[in-house]
């Protein structure tokens, strides 16, 4: 009888043996998952179309868009644990290359993620002169308004209407970067800015949870509302940010303090996002 309970015991092992159960922890999966990162470009709610003077701004003033182009730094994807994965350290989108237009993201773990944030633009720690070779000249800062600097944020570019009888049109520069004067630049005749003026400011938009699974994919969409640069998204807080062209001396508004500073506060509010999982499942 006991001859008999060891054979069976020895065919039990034998059996959990090789459907790979064991008292030991499974090891961990090296296998991951991956996600594409759009940017889904709009004004209030209606895809974008260039050079169309069709938009109106909270202050009133119909406009066009015809440029845009800007950088993000530090992009990540938050888990419901708490844990942080890094997408892209430093990522350049301009509306007239296809190729900058989309983040292809591997080795994404396996994980409910939960939100997404970003810098807009590059912090002055980041934005030294010639830090990022792959970032086009044309989004090189003037050395007048910061030598030690590198990058615009963005450029949003168009026209705007100046008389709403005529229909005249000007051009607008909505440019956004930093500002560190040393006192040679003629437009700020004497003007020394002790530190780096930093007009870059973070986002952080949630969505509903997605889950990615071992091998599976993820399509995350940031959604960017132009019009909301112009808004004043806090009406009641004593402070006007609402930005209106007509009411600018000059276009050129690089080293506007109040300028930058009002893209700045109304910049947040142009974001939202959405991640949708596949070969996993949402929850």
Same mark, same amino acid.
């Given at each position: 009888m006991s001859s008999i309970r060891l054979l069976l015991t020895g065919f039990c092992l034998a059996v959990l043996a090789a459907l790979g159960c064991s008292n030991d922890p499974a090891a961990p999966s090296t296998t991951t998952g991956s996600a594409d990162v759009f940017f889904s470009l709009n004004v209030d709610g209606a895809p974008l179309q260039l050079n169309s003077m069709i938009y109106t701004n909270a202050a009133g003033t119909k406009y066009s868009i015809k440029t845009l182009r800007f950088i993000i730094s530090d992009l990540k994807l938050h888990t419901d644990t708490g844990t942080t994965v890094n997408l892209k350290n430093v990522h350049y989108f301009d509306i007239g290359d296809a190729s900058t237009q989309v983040i292809h993201v591997t080795s994404l773990p396996h994980a409910n993620? +939960? *939100? @997404?944030?970003?810098?807009?633009?590059? =912090?002055?720690?980041?934005? *030294?002169?010639?830090?990022?070779?792959?970032?086009?000249?044309?989004? +090189?800062? #003037? =050395?007048?308004?910061?030598?030690?600097?590198?990058? %615009?944020?963005?450029?949003?570019?168009?026209?705007?209407? $100046? !008389?709403? +009888?005529? /229909?005249?049109?000007?051009?607008? =520069?909505? /440019?956004?970067? #930093?500002? %560190?004067?040393?006192?040679?630049? #003629? !437009?700020? #005749?004497? +003007? $020394?800015?002790?530190?780096?003026?930093?007009? *870059?400011?973070? @986002? *952080?938009?949630?969505? $509903?949870?997605? /889950?990615? %699974?071992?091998?599976?994919?993820?399509?995350?969409?940031i959604t960017f509302n132009l019009n909301d640069w112009y808004l004043d998204h806090l009406p009641g807080d004593g402070k006007d940010t609402q930005y209106d062209f007509k009411a600018l001396s000059n276009q050129m508004i690089m080293g506007d303090l109040d300028a930058q500073g009002k893209l700045q506060t109304n910049g947040p509010g142009c974001f939202s996002a959405t991640l949708v999982a596949h070969g996993g499942h949402d929850h």
């Open positions: 993620f +939960v *939100s @997404v944030s970003y810098t807009f633009g590059l =912090t002055t720690a980041k934005n *030294s002169r010639n830090a990022y070779p792959a970032i086009p000249a044309i989004m +090189v800062w #003037p =050395t007048g308004l910061g030598p030690d600097l590198g990058y %615009h944020y963005m450029q949003l570019e168009g026209n705007y209407e $100046t !008389d709403a +009888v005529t /229909h005249a049109t000007a051009g607008y =520069t909505t /440019h956004t970067g #930093p500002r %560190h004067l040393d006192g040679t630049n #003629p !437009d700020y #005749p004497g +003007v $020394t800015d002790p530190t780096a003026y930093d007009f *870059s400011f973070p @986002v *952080s938009a949630s969505f $509903t949870p997605a /889950h990615i %699974h071992e091998g599976g994919q993820g399509e995350l969409d």
